[in-house]
């Protein structure tokens, strides 16, 4: 079965970005929310978003409050954040493994298939 896991990087930083909210749609003929997490300190989520019966194969996206995050930290512009929400669509296979990191800066991120 699979797992799709995510952490998020701080290159302002040049660390972990902990406390960014993030949420799972699984987006198909409608968009639902399937899971929500918070990056804890080593700006990973305390558990896959999904894994085994619960991974589907199909398309999702991933939100990442990233313009939160770096208000509360007083970095880059206040209001309107250049960054909001970042959202990334991912199709997936529900018997592989994802892992998506975001890298992310208060004027640029990007992502990958991570293992």
């Not at 699984?26 to 300190?41: K, N, Q, Y």
């Amino acid at each position: 079965m699979g797992r799709l896991s995510t952490h998020v990087l701080d290159t302002t930083r040049g660390g972990p970005a902990s406390g960014v909210d993030i949420r799972l749609y699984a987006v198909g003929d409608t968009r639902d929310l399937v899971a929500s997490a918070t990056t804890d300190d080593d700006g990973r989520t305390p558990r896959a978003l999904l894994e085994d019966d619960c991974l589907s194969t199909g398309t999702y996206e991933l939100e990442f409050d990233v313009g939160t995050y770096f208000r509360a930290r007083g970095a880059g512009p206040a209001d309107p954040a250049f960054l909001g929400t970042v959202v990334v669509r991912i199709g997936v296979r529900g018997d592989e493994d994802y892992h998506v990191p975001l890298l992310v800066s208060p004027w640029s991120y990007s992502t990958y298939r991570g293992s």
